[in-house]
């Protein structure tokens, strides 16, 4: 079993839907979470880091943290064809020493 | 803005074959990390520095692979010989420090033919 579990979908919406995302993990060790943002061909871009369970806005953006559930979420409001891309989560934490592991990556298009 | 320089962007050879890629870290940043990422999966680190020493290379193949960042700021990733199975994106991020946010750069594919 993978340390983190992510749908790989590929999930397709209309523009202006609301997208949810989400990755399971199963390290209690994790204490940092964060989603990344990969175009096709380009490296992954940081879109939201969280530290604690809760919630963290950022524009459009929410990021969720349940540690009691091993589960994050983040959504994207208002979704945009632009936002069509590979969202990957991430987590660190224990004796990691700053090594991030991956989810599988979520395909998502936002068609017109 | 600052950002990861990788090079070669795309890199094409046959098995059995030497290759190396170059990765110049954000100004100022001790850790470097090398990552592979097959097509269709999330990057996995291959290994880390903090300044010129390697802290994890438990993932790195090292009877064909080798990583250097001699003077802890641009570093080098080396296989020889190159397999059809390390066709993959090859990144290359770095942080201020341990801990800390990774940046990654654009990345170089590598195709074995």
């Known amino acids: 079993q993978k340390e983190v579990e992510q749908d790989p979908g590929p999930l397709s919406v209309p523009e202006g839907a609301i997208v949810s995302l989400n990755c399971t993990y199963s390290n209690s060790a994790f204490q940092y979470f964060m989603w990344y943002r990969q175009y096709s061909r380009k490296g992954p871009e940081l879109l939201m880091y969280t530290y604690s369970s809760g919630n963290k806005e950022d524009g459009r953006f929410t990021a969720q943290v349940d540690k009691s559930s091993k589960y994050i979420s983040l959504f994207i409001r208002d979704s945009q064809p632009s936002d069509s891309a590979t969202y990957l989560c991430a987590m660190a934490g224990g004796t990691s020493y700053g090594k991030l592991t991956f989810g599988q990556g979520t395909i998502l298009t936002v068609h017109p | 803005e600052a950002e990861v320089a990788q090079s070669p962007r795309y890199k094409i050879t046959e098995k059995s074959q030497a290759v190396a890629f170059w990765c110049d870290p954000i100004?100022?940043?001790?850790?470097l990390y090398w990552y592979r990422q097959i097509l269709g999966q999330g990057p996995e680190l291959l290994v880390q520095f903090q300044d010129e020493s390697v802290v994890d290379d438990s993932q790195l193949p090292k009877d064909r692979f080798s990583a250097e960042r001699l003077k802890g700021v641009d570093s080098t990733l080396k296989i020889q010989p190159a397999e059809l199975g390390d066709s993959a994106m090859y990144l290359c991020a770095s942080s201020l420090g341990v801990q800390e946010t990774q940046y990654f750069g654009p990345g170089t594919r590598l195709l074995v033919l």
């Open positions: 100004s100022g940043h001790a850790t």
